[in-house]
């Protein structure tokens, strides 16, 4: 039986996860490892927290003891990590906190592995491992096999956690996999990130905070999309294996502010180019010939369908993310955008 660890799914992708897998496993259980920060939300989980296959354990996953007597209470067979910092700009401002989770709470849970046996831990990684690709060179991508060469507080806490992952199972054979996903998008992301963070400002009326001249390129992914290559990857990948995900959907910042303010009915005068973020990574786009070819994913909703579908899901759920939007946030955004 599926006994899956999920570590941070009170977050963006970890609650898309869990709904993905409990609605597609009946039989399977879940546990659901998080601390709770400013990015985790338990109305996230509010479908789910009466499901019996379901369990939720508030947990820092760089507290030992604590994870320590969770596996040996629960002992899970999978663990996926998607506990992290994840905003760049977060980590720009205060980067130890980045290196606390996302590389000492990567090493708590590695080691809890090693201790109570396991099948498979899955670490969820990102793009950003391979710093930047030139905006004048469409024809490059990043594979596997492009160096790891970071840019932010962030990114090089999620590399050091990647060479973490690759050395427990070097040494000590631990049945790793890895993934490397593009930017995501879709239900229940904090709007700090461009996309949320649009939305909820046009249908506030508020300014759009553009960097520079809006002209970086991400690739981006409906979040689904993102859950159903993990679901391949922790039942078929190769142990030891890296699997970049992404669908080739680059887009410019500024065409996707513009794409939001057309779906929404709102006039692009709200845009405001503001000062660029330090160390802008220019252009991510994600090669995933490894993962189709190994394992026969595909995407399977395009960027066009995937903003609708979004943008309908935060006209429809205005009370989840408006209880985010409260005092904390309204200082965060203040003091990230008040002088920009
Ligand atoms: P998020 O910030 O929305 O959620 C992170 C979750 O982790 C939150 O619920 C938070 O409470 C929890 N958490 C933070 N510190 C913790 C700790 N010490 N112990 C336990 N829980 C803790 O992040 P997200 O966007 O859902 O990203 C999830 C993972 O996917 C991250 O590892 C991130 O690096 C990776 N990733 C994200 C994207 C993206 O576009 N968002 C793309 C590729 C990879
Ligand atoms: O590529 C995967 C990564 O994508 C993940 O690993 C990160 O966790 C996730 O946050 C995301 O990182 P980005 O830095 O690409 O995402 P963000 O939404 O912060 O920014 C997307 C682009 O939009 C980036 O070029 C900066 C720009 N931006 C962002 C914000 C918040 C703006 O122009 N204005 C903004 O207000």
Redesign the pocket.
């Given at each position: 039986m599926l006994k899956l660890l999920v570590?941070?799914?009170?977050?963006?992708?970890?609650?898309n996860f869990i709904h993905y897998m409990l609605n597609k496993y009946k039989d399977s259980q879940i546990i659901c490892?998080?601390?709770?920060?400013y990015?985790?939300?338990m109305e996230t989980l509010e479908a789910v927290l009466e499901n019996p296959s379901f369990k939720f354990i508030k947990?820092?996953?760089?507290d030992r003891e604590i994870i320590y007597k969770v596996f040996e209470e629960e002992k899970p067979n999978i663990i996926v990590?998607?506990?992290?910092?994840?905003?760049v700009d977060r980590s720009i401002e205060s980067p130890s906190v980045f290196l606390?989770?996302?590389v000492m709470?990567t090493q708590v849970l590695l080691d809890a592995c090693r201790k109570y046996g396991i099948d498979r831990y899955h670490q969820?990684?990102?793009?950003e491992v391979y710093g930047d690709l030139p905006l004048d060179r469409p024809d490059l991508f990043f594979t596997e096999d492009t160096p790891i060469h970071t840019s932010s507080p962030y990114s090089a806490s999620?590399a050091a956690a990647d060479l973490l992952v690759q050395a427990y199972h070097r040494t000590f054979k631990l049945p790793v996999t890895i993934s490397?996903?593009?930017?995501?998008?879709g239900p229940y992301?904090?709007p700090e990130?461009l996309i949320p963070l649009m939305i909820a400002n046009a249908l506030n009326n508020k300014h759009l905070p553009v960097y520079g001249k809006g002209e970086n390129v991400r690739d981006w992914l409906y979040v689904e999309d993102?859950c159903s290559a993990i679901d391949l990857i922790i039942h078929k990948g190769r142990i030891g294996e890296v699997y970049n995900i992404g669908g080739h959907n680059e887009r410019t910042n500024l065409e996707v502010v513009k794409t939001i303010i057309r779906e929404l009915g709102k006039n692009e005068g709200l845009i405001k180019f503001v000062k660029d973020r330090a160390g802008h990574d220019l252009r991510y786009a994600i090669d995933p010939t490894k993962i189709h070819n190994e394992l026969g994913w595909l995407p399977q909703t395009t960027f066009d369908e995937g903003i609708k579908k979004t943008i309908q899901w935060y006209l429809d759920n205005r009370k989840w993310w408006e209880n985010i939007i409260n005092e904390e946030y309204k200082n965060y955004y203040e003091k990230m955008y008040g002088r920009r």
């Open positions: 570590t941070g799914g009170a977050g963006f992708i970890g609650g490892v998080d601390a709770l920060t990015a985790g939300n947990a820092d996953i760089s990590n998607f506990a992290a910092e994840s905003h606390q989770t996302n709470g969820v990684s990102t793009d999620k490397r996903c593009s930017n995501n998008y992301h904090f990130k993102h």
